[in-house]
């Protein structure tokens, strides 16, 4: 299977700490992307990462990839009570994206204790 | 002004039954798809519409037929429900192969 695998499963935090995801996969790709998804709400992309960058921001947010090691994580820094949430890392399924759809994660299901 | 929408949000049936859920973008996306969200939150595409045409179709059993009247469009009929058709579908679209906007989803329950 090509899907991306999310570690941990769950990760349960205090307020203002910092909070790393991991993700692995197995196939090459052209471009890793996150989503969180709320409890019982639609999915919502954070951030892509395209197999030539190394390290990407998006405020509180920081991705990396690594190719060589076919991983990325997703580090939130200055944690809220509204980041609770699952966190997702999805690849597309063929390398060379278009209308191929994604591979998801089975994702980390992040708590952030007030 | 939402991007996609979904409808309906909930829907209670029992076995046997034929619906349909609705999707639609106001996002000018070429590309449309149809992902399934298993009890333990695992996701996975059943179908992929580019410009109305289908481009994927998963494993998924022929009781499920996807239908794209236009490009911003994509409705799923879904045949002779089945328990373990019970899950969360989402709708999402995307403009090539980049990310991707997802609809609330919709809460299917099969009694």
């Known amino acids: 299977s090509q899907q991306g695998e999310e570690d941990p499963q769950a990760l349960s935090i205090q307020e203002g700490e910092n909070a790393t995801m991991n993700c692995s996969y197995k196939?090459?790709?052209?471009?890793l992307q996150w989503y969180r998804q709320n409890s019982g709400r639609g999915l919502v992309h954070l951030i892509l990462i395209r197999s030539n960058e190394r390290e990407k921001h998006s405020g509180r947010l920081r991705v990396t990839l690594d190719t060589s090691k076919k991983s990325s994580s997703l580090l939130i820094t200055a944690s809220r009570a509204a980041d609770t949430a699952s966190y997702f890392c999805a690849i597309p399924r063929i390398a060379g994206g278009g209308a191929d759809g994604l591979t998801f994660g089975k994702g980390t299901h992040l708590i952030i204790q007030p | 002004d939402t991007a996609v929408s979904q409808t309906p949000k909930y829907l209670v049936t029992q076995m046997g039954n034929d619906k349909s859920i609705k999707c639609e973008q106001n996002l000018g996306h070429d590309t449309m798809y149809w992902y399934k969200q298993d009890s333990k939150k695992f996701l996975k595409i059943m179908f992929s519409?580019?410009?109305?045409?289908?481009?994927i179709n998963e494993t998924v059993p022929n009781r499920f037929s996807p239908k794209s009247p236009d490009k911003a469009h994509l409705n799923l009929h879904i045949n002779s429900l089945e328990l373990g058709d019970s899950a969360v579908y989402f709708c999402?679209?995307?403009?090539?192969?980049?990310?991707?906007?997802f609809g609330p989803g919709t809460r299917l329950t099969v009694t």
């Open positions: 519409y580019n410009n109305k045409e289908l481009i």
């Open positions: 999402a679209s995307s403009q090539s192969s980049s990310e991707q906007y």
């Open positions: 196939t090459s790709i052209n471009n």
